[in-house]
């Protein structure tokens, strides 16, 4: 029988796998300003607006049944007029 970490069932064939890469650090806290000079497309806008509710949920430890607030807060946190 052959066994699983054997050479001749091991997907590199003897070769070293390739380096895994690794992603940055996501920031505790990131702020995204809305620039009038530079107007976004709607997908860009919420694209951004999407990556700012996702961090405030991560913050939260994912808790659910805040996903509008999460959501509401991070279009005024985007749009210049969070209070």
Known sequence: MTE???????LWHGAAPPKSRKSAPVPAAVSIKA????????????ALISRLA?????????????????????EREFDGNAV
């Open 35 to 46: 620039d009038p000079e530079c107007p976004l497309d709607p997908a860009e806008r919420h």
């Open 54 to 74: 996702y961090l405030k949920a991560e913050s939260r430890g994912f808790v659910p049944g805040h996903e509008l607030e999460d959501w509401l807060a991070a």
């Open 4 to 10: 699983l970490n054997s050479p001749s069932t091991t």
